[in-house]
């Protein structure tokens, strides 16, 4: 008889994210006359910008004429995507050939994907609290996960230490949940750990167009010694709202090796064999996010959403709430007010105000008390949210 893959039972129910989704489902079919004011999962509420729309119309075009129609692309990616990317590196001082960048259909598909590059034996290193997709595709694939707990005392940064025992190392900054951003210092430190180790850190870079401040880096790549020990999965959902549209990319140096193996070879084999690659329609649409137009456009958007941020903060502040993020990332990561925990304090928002945040305790055991609000929702959303936490806040 066939034989499952049996870690699936070592699995939570459901997914975080699609668990809040399913109550806020069940809330709404016996309230059908509220409203929620939607600050959970981290998805975008403005459109494409212009820039990225005409580029997606021009090439639906392209596919409707014989003179410029595209077929199979390259599995790793279409040159003029890999090089906009690799030129946009540049601008920030970091030198990549374009065939060290890989095109993907978005970071969480990818981070899952890569994981084929790894031996089982490896464990996987997870600093919490952390995006929950990590540790499960771990679970998933039967990995031993080492989790490294962070909190206030250490602004939620970790730094290893000489006694950690970890093999793939999962990086986040700016960091979700918790926005919290790793400085130059600090990201040497796991570098130079990985270097040391033989480990691979896989940077998760998401929501680097986020950093507002120059003293912190944008990538892993900005630290010397990267090269020879970490992966950097990149994505366009929260930079310029693909999250329906679906693209992101993957940085993997070519003096990336292990056992005599290498690392950016490895990952053509595996692209070349398991995918025919992102959409040539999609592709066009994602280089026009690297045009200077394209640029200024989405830096627009990130305005809107730091705006929210703003709102937020203010709400929280003048309740005297302690929170991290919402400079960096656009996350803010909020201590549940009274020891309230934190899917308690998640029911309290829906049923009383109709707020819709992430509990903490999903990111993690050392998350537990804390909350998650996302600030990528639409701006009178957001004013209106802000209004009913203040109030609440204030009076509980
Ligand atoms: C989140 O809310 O943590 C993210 O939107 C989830 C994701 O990017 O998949």
């Known amino acids: 008889m066939l034989i499952p893959n049996r870690h699936y039972a070592e699995l939570k129910d459901s997914y975080l994210f699609a668990g809040i989704a399913k109550k806020t489902k069940a809330y709404l079919e016996n309230h059908p006359e ?16 212009p820039a990225v729309v005409r580029a997606l119309h021009a090439a639906a075009d392209d596919q409707a004429s014989k003179e410029t129609f595209r077929g199979y692309l390259p599995e790793c990616g279409a040159p003029f995507l890999r090089e906009a990317v690799a030129k946009h590196y540049a601008k920030r001082g970091v030198a990549l050939s374009p065939d060290e960048v890989f095109v993907s259909s978005g970071a969480s598909d990818e981070l899952g994907d890569l994981l084929d590059l790894f031996d089982r034996s490896n464990a996987a290193l997870i600093m919490e609290p952390a995006y929950p997709a990590y540790a499960d595709a771990n679970a998933m694939a039967g990995r031993n996960i080492v989790r490294l707990p962070s909190g206030k005392e250490n602004g939620f940064l970790p730094l290893p230490t000489d006694n950690l ?45 986020f950093i507002e401040e120059d003293r912190l880096p944008h990538s892993i790549f900005e630290i010397d010694g990267a090269r020879t020990c970490a992966i950097e999965v990149c994505s366009l959902s929260k930079t310029a709202g693909f999250t329906g549209t679906r693209l992101g990319y993957t940085v993997i ?62 709400a929280l502040d003048q309740v005297g709430v302690w929170y991290t993020g919402g400079r960096n990332a656009p996350y803010i990561w909020m201590q549940c007010p009274n020891g309230i925990g ?19 305790a999903g990111f993690g055991a050392c998350g537990e008390g804390y909350f998650r609000f996302s600030t990528f929702g639409d701006p009178s959303d957001t004013e209106e949210a802000a209004r009913r936490l203040t109030e609440f806040l204030g009076r509980i």
Do not use: H
């Open 34 to 49: 509220k409203r929620l004011y939607r600050m959970g999962i981290g998805d975008v509420s403005l459109p494409l910008c």
């Open 165 to 209: 025992e970890a093999d793939l190392i999962y990086l986040c900054s700016p960091n979700n949940p918790t926005g919290a951003v790793f400085d130059r210092e600090q990201l040497r430190a796991w570098v130079d750990y990985a270097n040391r180790r033989g480990a691979i850190i896989l940077f998760d870079a998401a929501y680097e167009a």
């Open 253 to 314: 140096p070519k003096e990336l090796e292990r056992c005599g193996m290498n690392l950016n070879a490895m990952w053509v084999r595996n692209r070349t064999t398991k995918t025919n690659g992102v959409s040539y329609v999609i592709q066009r649409g994602g280089a026009a996010v690297f045009t200077e137009e394209g640029q200024a456009q989405i830096a627009e958007n990130i305005r809107v959403y730091k705006n929210n941020a703003k709102v937020l903060m203010r």
């Open 342 to 360: 934190s899917w308690a304090f998640f029911d309290l928002l829906l049923n009383r105000i109709q707020v819709v945040g992430t509990p903490g």
